[in-house]
């Protein structure tokens, strides 16, 4: 099961072999980093090399303290700001059932607030937060993304970085005077979205800004760095979380708040990285991928920087021209019933994000856990992930292409069936779980899926063009969000629907994790489908198999 998303979302890629932008194939043992060698690549300006290496690390840095400014006390902030709300739903509650449960000062334990109506009103106002935090982004992604090609990058995401900051701020202040504001007026900071366009503007930009400046051979290694300091956050946060909350929750709210507002003097920071001259790759020490005529002509020249990945159609950002262009250059994507397949699997791979969100609430309802204590599991969660990511889904790919031999796209995608296949097993197993141990091993065999995303993207760009990545990256982004934008509300409901079923079902608590079981069903079938699929090679291959390069499956 995965984390609660966070702000920055950092999708980290574990086949650095479909980092290729040159053209050429880098292998699971190929070294990530090359060093510049005047026979492979003649540098003609020692001194712009340096300038650029200089900018480059520089702006890698600070995109890291970004991250880290942004999705720290965005984790940090989750578990009071749920904390807060309810207490405010539990309050009007027991105002009007039993205001004889009001303690000294007007408070209320939080063992009384686990009740049906406050945490039924607590699930529905944070689907459709969900559902409205994603409406942004699904309507912005394309003329950001296209402004950002046209006239720059680094103003864009100061704007992103701004309005985040004036959300929470909206939040702080509802919640900080609940008899004057309903609480649902936390929905309406969704508006300010349009100012920046949301997390998934965010992301793009990070990914465009760190592309602007890294050789493609050293993509890979550097988005391992940005994707270690997303986890850090989950990692440190929490434990932090936890412990403030015991003073009072307002005091973790206050102080991400104020973290927060360092991202915007980062975001000040960076320079300006459209047209950036990044150094050319050397060439790689493994054989290149390319026929016989590709020494006269370059079939699929890669992008560069101040190429756009979608004409801007003479400059006229109109809403329909956007549509129309965006929709005859991605015309590719239809043409293939593999990438219609596994892109059709993202919407339902996104229900697993709302429930991340829910599980605060589910673990505090069904075990009587305080939120504060509930906060310690997304450290281990985060933890599994990051050994999932960082260790086992290297490791295992490196096993599959050497000691199996398969070849890297079936390679692929039983990484993509393993990833999801765990998953599923793991979200059903934090469904159904009786005790808060096999909850624990539900969510560890869960955190084993992490590197599904990275697989099926991977086994995706290999059935593209190289200058159709980024647009089939683009279109994978909006599908995520469809699944995101509805899937708060429906998971809401159903939690809902469940603790209705608590006390006139047989099963009774084992009905609160029904969201947990339905979605796990649905990765079920979506597991079973990847299964029974049945590949031919991607071009890549054939050209491989064509040339006597062929890995032969065992």
């Known amino acids: 099961m995965r984390r609660r998303q966070s702000t920055i979302s950092m999708t980290i890629d574990t086949n650095p072999e479909h980092d290729d932008h ?27 090399e340096a300038r650029s290496k200089k900018t480059r690390v520089w702006v890698i840095m600070l995109i890291i303290g970004l991250i880290v400014s942004v999705d720290l006390p965005s984790v940090l902030q ?15 509650y027991y105002q009007e059932h039993d205001p004889s449960k009001f303690g ?16 039924a009103d607590l699930a529905y106002l944070k ?15 394309i003329p950001f993304g296209m402004m950002a090609d046209k006239y720059g990058r680094k103003w864009l995401l100061v704007a992103n970085v701004v309005q985040m900051q004036f959300r929470a701020c909206w939040i702080y202040f509802i919640l900080y ?5 309903s609480v649902k007026l936390i929905w309406f900071e969704a508006v300010l979205g ?18 602007d400046v890294t050789p493609s051979s050293q993509t890979a290694s550097t988005f391992f760095r940005l994707g270690a300091s997303n986890f850090l956050c989950f990692l440190v946060a929490p434990p932090l979380a936890a412990r403030l909350m015991e003073i009072n929750p307002w005091v973790p ?27 050319a790759d050397p060439t790689p020490p493994t054989p290149a991928r390319f026929s016989k005529d590709d020494e006269k002509t370059e079939t699929n020249p890669p992008l560069t920087a101040t190429e756009p990945s979608i004409p801007l159609a003479g400059g006229n950002l109109s809403g329909k021209t956007l549509l129309v262009s965006f929709m005859e250059n991605s015309a590719f994507l239809f043409k293939d019933w593999r990438i219609l397949f596994f892109a059709g699997t993202y919407p339902i791979r996104m229900l697993v994000s709302p429930l991340g969100s829910l599980l605060l609430q589910y673990v505090s309802k069904r075990y009587q856990w305080t939120f504060a204590q509930v906060t310690y599991i ?43 296949t765990a998953t599923a097993i793991g979200i059903i197993l934090t469904g159904l779980a009786p005790t808060i141990a096999i909850l624990f091993i539900g969510m560890g065999v869960g955190s084993l899926g992490s590197g599904a995303g990275s697989a099926t993207r991977a086994l995706l760009t290999s059935y593209v063009k190289q200058n159709e990545v980024a647009r089939l990256y683009t279109a994978l982004s909006i599908v995520e969000t469809v699944g995101l934008t509805v899937g708060g509300p429906i998971v809401a409901w159903v939690f809902k629907v469940g603790m209705e079923h608590v006390k006139s079902g047989k099963l009774g608590d084992a009905w609160l994790g029904l969201p947990y079981v339905i979605v796990g069903l649905l990765l079920s079938v979506v597991a079973a489908l990847m299964w029974m699929c049945r590949l031919a090679d991607a071009p890549q291959e054939k050209e491989e198999q064509e040339e006597g390069e062929i890995f032969m499956e065992k």
């Open 194 to 211: 349009i100012f920046g366009g949301g997390s998934m503007v965010a992301t793009a930009l990070i990914f465009v800004i760190v592309s």
């Open 78 to 92: 989750s578990s009071p700001t749920t904390r807060i709300i309810e207490d405010i739903y539990c309050k009007a």
């Open 378 to 420: 997304s450290s281990f969660e985060a933890g599994m992930s990051m050994i999932a990511l960082l260790f086992l889904f290297p490791w295992l790919s490196t096993y599959l292409l050497k000691k199996k031999g398969l070849n890297v796209t079936r390679k692929d995608l039983f990484l993509a069936r393993i990833g999801v």
């Open 127 to 141: 689907g459709w937060m969900s559902f409205f935090d994603h409406l942004p982004g699904l309507f912005l992604a």
């Open 104 to 119: 000294p000062g007007g408070t209320i334990p939080e063992s009384l607030c686990k009740v049906d109506s406050v945490q």
């Open 22 to 48: 040159d053209g050429s194939t880098l292998a699971e043992d190929s070294p990530l980093l090359f060093k510049y060698d005047s026979e492979l690549n003649p540098v003609e300006d020692p001194e712009a």
């Open 177 to 181: 005077f609940p008899n004057f504001f």
């Open 253 to 279: 709210l206050t102080l991400g708040l104020g973290v927060q507002s360092l991202a915007i003097l980062v975001t000040m920071a960076l320079p300006e990285t459209l047209g950036f001259r990044k150094p």
